[in-house]
C-alpha cells in the first residue's frame, strides 16, 4: 500500500477517560494508548485524515474529553505534514 487514510473516532476511548461519543463503549483505548499507535503512524505515506464523533456539548466533567480530543487533533496534523511529535 502505498498510502492510507486515516480516521480517529472518539468512540475509540473508555468514558474512563471523559470520552464524549455516541455510542458510548464499554471498553477502550486510554489516551497513552491511542497516542503511541498515532505514533507509531509516523512515517507513513497519508492521504488524508479524519477526527470525528466528538461531542464537546456532553463534556459534563468540564474540558476533559475536549482536551483529549484537540490532543489527537494536533497529533494527526503532525503526521500529516510529516512532523514527528515530541514528547
Not at 476511548?13 to 455510542?23: E, H, I, N
Amino acid at each position: 500500500c502505498d498510502a492510507v487514510y486515516l480516521s480517529v473516532d472518539a468512540d475509540i476511548f473508555s468514558p474512563l477517560y471523559g470520552a464524549t461519543s455516541l455510542p458510548r463503549s464499554a471498553r477502550g483505548l486510554s489516551p497513552a494508548s491511542a497516542m503511541t499507535l498515532l505514533d507509531q503512524l509516523a512515517g507513513m505515506a497519508l492521504l488524508g485524515a479524519d477526527v470525528m464523533g466528538h461531542v464537546p456539548n456532553l463534556d459534563l466533567a468540564g474540558t476533559a474529553s475536549t482536551s483529549l480530543m484537540s490532543s489527537i487533533v494536533s497529533r494527526v496534523a503532525d503526521l500529516l505534514l510529516g512532523r514527528a511529535h515530541v514528547a
